[in-house]
């Protein structure tokens, strides 16, 4: 039996579009019920018992036979042993792909993430004051797959944002450690390192263990487990976001190749079966194209099973008025990744509020953004690009606002501040600001 990749076919002028649009879009956060029970219970065992119970399940889950916190420990000289034995090719593309990283986010933290103070005319001075965070948790996930790009992309801003311990945590089933990883780990500057995963790293992380110390944010993706246990302790410790399946939305005129853009949507499809790929464009002949060519190109693709349930089962074709109408469209999905394959893609960007990234021209595919173009590829999934933003070194800043009151200041501030607290009857308040009024 032929495999077969079929997204659905929809049409702005169908009747239902709205409807049949809304169907293909809905995935669900909540998790089952029985990986939340199984996750509260990790946690609180961790919580309680440190160590051992990270070891208990790090045997459990990754068949890690191991005794003590010692053997998952990654020591500093390992990381960089591993960066000096890969392949010289190999290293140059670690090395290429963290310096284009490093230069995006350095600056990223020029335009937003510098401490700034000004005085008014009566001598009072206002500000802000930027500080990193002591120490963060990055999550790389290892189980299916090794993710270097993710080290890099979660370690990198953390190290440019000024933070000065980097714990990373990373599963290794049966004790296989990826070389790139740990290579990546050495380049983006990672001060910790231990070969555990799942809830009871992310409770290691939150709570703190004998041995893994306790982190002021944890970032980085995971699996339902992961998300789950993320979940749970927020608020104990910050977290970047809740991922759900990857997304691509691309925008086509019919001018870019119709193999580059089925190409494109299988990038994101062959992540998992839930990763979902859809086109807008108002070329119906174009749209036959590309599905002409997922058809042909389709039985090439290694991950062509996982690719064809991903397109069948949430994968889109649309074909609209016009492309004005696909940026309305998708400002509405407000998508992961963004691509305007177009001649004009900056007569459209401008119509564009909400995506977590945007790719602009034909020559930018999605996986550049994932490996080495330099802005962050960690970004909101499920719509959430309407309200949050990628993963950047802001997220391992805080921000404390400063205040220096002159006594003119005083005297003028002291007078609105009473006023307003008799209003609100906080007479101590009120008492407070009148005691530094010069009279």
Not at 80 to 105: I, K
Not at 261 to 266: I, N, S
Not at 304 to 319: D, F, Q, V, Y
Not at 428 to 434: C, G, N, Q, S, T
Request: glycine share 8%; net charge negative.
């Amino acid at each position: 039996m032929t495999l077969a990749a079929r997204p659905l076919r929809l049409a702005t002028t169908d009747a239902g579009f709205d409807d049949a649009l809304g169907q293909r879009l809905h995935w669900s956060a909540d998790t089952d019920a029985g990986v939340e029970k199984a996750v509260a219970d990790i946690l609180a065992d961790v919580r309680s018992r440190g160590d051992a119970a990270v070891l208990e399940y790090t045997r459990r889950f990754d068949a890690m036979d191991a005794q003590s916190m010692r053997e998952v420990q990654l020591s500093p000289s390992e990381l960089e042993s591993a960066f000096a034995l890969l392949p010289e090719q190999q290293r140059g593309a670690l090395e290429q792909a963290a310096a284009r990283v490093r230069s995006y986010h350095e600056a990223q933290k020029k335009a937003c993430g510098e401490s700034w103070s000004y005085r008014d005319a009566d001598g009072t001075l206002l500000g802000q004051k930027v500080t990193p965070l002591d120490r963060v948790g990055i999550y790389v996930p290892g189980g299916k797959a090794a993710y270097p790009s993710s080290v890099l992309m979660n370690a990198i801003p953390a190290q440019v944002a000024g933070v000065r311990e980097i714990v990373m945590v990373v599963p290794t089933p049966r004790g296989e450690k990826n070389p790139l990883v740990l290579a990546a780990a050495h380049l983006a500057g990672v001060t910790r390192a231990y070969c555990i995963g799942g809830a009871q790293a992310v409770g290691a992380l939150a709570y703190g263990t004998e041995t893994v110390p306790r982190v002021d944010k944890i970032t980085g993706p995971g699996n339902a487990y992961v998300a789950s246990a993320k979940r749970r302790v927020f608020g104990q410790v910050g977290i970047d976001m809740i991922a759900g399946p990857s997304e691509i939305l691309v925008l086509a005129d019919g001018s870019t190749p119709a193999d580059w853009v089925a190409m494109d949507l299988f990038s994101q499809a062959e992540h998992d079966e839930l990763a979902q790929s859809i086109l807008l464009s108002p070329d119906a002949a174009y749209i036959d194209a590309v599905q002409a060519a997922i058809d042909r190109l389709l039985p090439e693709m290694p991950r062509r099973e996982i690719i064809a349930k991903s397109l069948t089962g949430r994968g889109a074709l649309i074909r609209t008025r016009s492309m004005e109408e696909s940026c309305e469209i998708s400002n509405r999905i407000a998508p992961e990744h963004l691509e305007i394959a177009s001649t004009e893609p900056h007569r459209w960007e401008p119509l564009l509020r909400h995506a977590g990234a945007i790719f602009l021209g034909s020559f930018t595919s999605e996986s550049l953004g994932d490996y080495c173009a330099g802005p962050n590829h960690v970004l909101p999934t499920s719509t959430t690009a309407r309200f949050s933003s990628p993963l950047g070194v802001y997220d391992f800043q805080k921000r404390s606002s400063l205040i220096e009151v002159s006594e003119a200041g005083a005297h003028k501030l002291g007078a609105i501040a009473a006023e307003l607290a008799y209003g609100e009857g906080l007479q101590a308040h009120a008492r407070a600001a009148e005691l530094r009024i010069k009279r």
